[in-house]
């Protein structure tokens, strides 16, 4: 999870999601290596979901912005975003 903004981050690989729609108030913002890509909703501001750099061939999406109901369980696994580059390293792709 995210300390700062309360992400709490379900990694999707990019052939199981599909985004109905909304994608024309999407805005894209790119930082520091540029790998990963921030979307953002231009109206409200908030980020449902992102590419990180961490995992290239998946979106990070914010389990708290899916609506009730959805039916999707996660676990939950601590990253030190502090840390990056150490969390990284220890994270495995099941």
């Not at 913002?29 to 979901?49: P, W």
């Amino acid at each position: 999870m995210c300390a700062k903004t309360g992400f709490l981050h379900m990694i999707v690989p990019h052939d199981q999601f599909r985004l109905i729609s909304g994608q024309d108030q999407l805005t894209s913002y790119r930082f520091g290596t540029g790998a990963a890509e921030h979307l953002f909703c231009r109206t409200c501001g908030i980020r449902s979901f992102y590419q990180p750099r961490s995992h290239p061939d998946s979106w990070s999406v914010d389990y708290r912005c899916l609506d009730d109901g959805h039916g999707v369980e996660a676990q939950t696994e601590a990253f030190d975003g502090r840390n990056w580059e150490a969390a990284r390293a220890a994270l495995t792709d099941d």
